[in-house]
C-alpha cells in the first residue's frame, strides 16, 4: 500500500441464497478497508462474482444481526449478512 494510512479491517460475511451459492461457501472472512460500507462489501463481491450483479439493487444488509442502511460503516470484527430476495417454494 503505497500513500495514505489506510487501516485494514478484517470482518465476517454471512451469505446466504444466491451468494452462498456463488461462492460455494456459508461465509468469508475478508480484510477491507477502514471506513468500508456495507454496500461496498457487496460491490466487492458482485465484482468477484459478475452473475450476482442482478441481485445488487435489491440486496438487504444486516451488520451484527441488525439491518442497517447500505452506507453504514463497518468495524473491525462486524459481522456482515447480505440478503438477497429469496424465492418462496
Do not use: C
Amino acid at each position: 500500500m503505497s500513500g495514505g494510512n489506510a487501516q485494514l479491517i478484517t470482518i465476517t460475511v454471512k451469505l446466504f441464497a444466491a451468494y452462498q451459492e456463488a461462492y460455494g461457501v456459508p461465509e468469508l472472512e475478508l480484510q477491507m478497508a477502514e471506513g468500508t460500507s456495507v454496500a461496498a462489501v457487496r460491490d466487492r463481491l458482485i465484482t468477484e462474482h459478475p452473475e450476482l450483479e442482478r441481485w445488487r439493487d435489491l440486496t438487504r444488509f444486516g451488520v451484527n444481526l441488525q439491518f442497517v442502511e447500505p452506507q453504514t460503516v463497518l468495524q473491525a470484527g462486524d459481522e456482515v449478512v447480505l440478503i438477497p430476495p429469496v424465492s418462496g417454494g
